[in-house]
């Protein structure tokens, strides 16, 4: 009991060296996700005590960088969740194709196979040309990673089939070269893609957006910053424009549940009432 009381103080201690030393705040994630990835962390690390992996980031810059790995979990997928890009495609395109331009922010957007996803949905219905993405994430390595568009050989098959039943239109291997066991992405996908550092938990709005997507971001935040976000796409957002989010987000114990209806609920896609 001793011992998990001590392993929670240290872990807020942990949480506000690094905001007090880097500047991230993950003061308003969500207590049990934290707590996880700092565990898995210390193994990693070979570390007995959470004190000592405090002691570790603050004296290393470069082991910090590490531990943001584990606390920003950088996993993705193109076309996840499938049915949702469908939807896209059928319910909300039809209402993007009656601007002249588009500006699209995507949140969180990790190592960005969600980006790709989307720049090949808008290349199909003859909208990228005319729209401006930004791919923000809060982690420098995965946005790196997402700026080059090479993502192993192994993920493709799965790709795939998620493109199919996303309703892709072509052949998914019209977007990539296969380099040995690589997949590297038509750079023209990237063109009107910019990449940016972007926190959801510090920043504030930076642009006036048609279409927002924040998948499977909120749900390591706590309510109150969940809240803090829906905030910034409120205000970001155009008069009717979209907001979209995983499958296991929610407007709806939201203060903002108001200011959204549900265009395609089970897909979790919304519109700014
Ligand atoms: C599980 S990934 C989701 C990636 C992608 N959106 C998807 O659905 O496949 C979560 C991402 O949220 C990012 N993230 C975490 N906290 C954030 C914050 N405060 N502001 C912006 N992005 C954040 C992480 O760095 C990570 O890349």
Same mark, same amino acid.
């Given at each position: ?20 030393? $880097? ?18 962390? +210390? ?10 992996? *405090? ?5 290393? %810059?470069?082991?910090?960088? *590490?531990?943001? *790995?584990?606390? =920003? ?22 209402? +993007?194709?009656?601007? %002249? ?7 969180? &957007?990790?190592? #960005? ?7 090949? +949905? ?11 993405? $930004? ?21 493709? %098959? ?6 199919? !039943?996303?309703?892709? !239109? ?6 990539? =070269? ?30 006036? =957006? ?20 829906? #905030? ?5 957002? &155009? ?11 929610? +407007? ?17 896609? $919304?519109?700014?009432?």
């Amino acid at each position: 009991m001793s011992h998990e009381r001590n392993a929670d103080i240290e872990l807020r201690l942990l949480i506000e060296a690094i905001y007090l030393k $880097y500047s991230y705040d993950f003061r308003d994630y969500s207590g049990a996700s934290v707590k996880r990835r700092v565990a898995h962390a +210390l193994r990693q690390f070979e570390l007995k005590t959470i004190s000592a992996l *405090q002691e570790r980031v603050l004296h290393d %810059p470069s082991a910090f960088m *590490q531990l943001l *790995q584990f606390l =920003t979990i950088p996993v993705s997928e193109m076309f996840r969740d499938p049915s949702h890009f469908l939807a896209i495609r059928q319910e909300v395109v039809p209402v +993007l194709k009656t601007y %002249p331009s588009l500006k699209i922010w995507i949140a969180g &957007c990790s190592t #960005g196979e969600e980006v790709y996803s989307m720049a090949i +949905l808008l290349r199909e219905e003859g909208l990228l040309d005319r729209a401006i993405i $930004y791919a923000t994430d809060i982690n420098p390595s995965s946005l790196e990673k997402a700026k080059q568009g090479i993502f192993s050989m192994d993920h493709i %098959p799965g790709y795939n089939t998620n493109y199919l !039943k996303a309703g892709g !239109k072509r052949q998914f291997s019209d977007y990539y =070269t296969a380099a040995y066991d690589h997949a590297i992405f038509d750079k023209k996908l990237r063109e009107n893609v910019t990449f940016a550092d972007h926190s959801l938990a510090t920043d504030s709005v930076f642009s006036e =957006t048609q279409l927002i997507s924040c998948r499977n971001v909120l749900i390591y935040f706590n309510k109150k910053l969940q809240d803090r976000a829906f #905030g910034l796409f409120h205000e970001s957002l &155009c008069h009717r424009g979209f907001l979209v989010l995983g499958s296991k987000e929610t +407007l709806d114990f939201s203060g903002y549940k108001d200011q959204f209806e549900p265009l395609v609920k089970q897909e979790r896609i $919304y519109r700014k009432s």
